[in-house]
């Protein structure tokens, strides 16, 4: 079983729409939970940042964990075309080892 | 302004050469991370460094790869005999001094031709 793991596939919606994404892994001993953006070719930009099971909220992002569940997600609210990227998920233990999953490739249509 | 500036931002080299890829960061950093992304694939650690010493490598890290901090600001990431599997964007990490979130370089495109 992977260690972390990633949905949904490649994601088109309309603008405006609603976008969840999702992750679950397997290591209880994460702790800490990310989700960052990656534009094309560029690094990865850290969007959410929690360490609580509930909910995060920053303007049109909303970050949820589950931590019983073992399971972590990314709600876009009033998707715009410049929100078209990747997004990753991330975790740390209370080490140094931080681990992504694969990534959802995200395009909002205008 | 970034966290961690990389420099280059594209290398192209031939198969077995050597190749020296930079990252600076703009405060005292104590942990530094790289990591690899083939194109279209994962983001993959490589290896952790903290206190002038690797912390933690992954099984990608073998004998081809090295890090250095020589001058105490730079830290360098070495491939010694590249090959052409080892293209790939590499990233720059680094936490704040929190050591809870990491922030990312912009990142340097390595092509081995």
Known sequence: QKEVEQDPGPLSVPEGAIVSLNCTYSNSAFQYFMWYRQYSRKGPELLM?????GNKEDGRFTAQVDKSSKYIS????????????????????YGQNFVFGPGTRLSVLP | EPEVTQTPSHQVTQMGQEVILRCVPISNHLYFYWYRQILGQK????????????????EIFDDQFSVERPDGSNFTLKIRSTKLEDSAMYFCASPRDDNEKLFFGSGTQLSVL
């Not at chain 1, 940042?49 to 099971?53: G, Q």
């Not at chain 2, 983001?43 to 992954?58: G, H, M, R």
């Open chain 1, 74 to 93: 990314l709600f876009i609210r009033d998707s715009q075309p410049s929100d078209s990227a990747t997004y990753l998920c991330a975790m740390r233990d």
């Open chain 2, 43 to 58: 983001v993959e650690f490589l290896v952790s460094f903290y206190n002038n010493e690797i912390s933690e490598k992954s």
């Open chain 1, 49 to 53: 940042y929690t360490y609580s099971s």
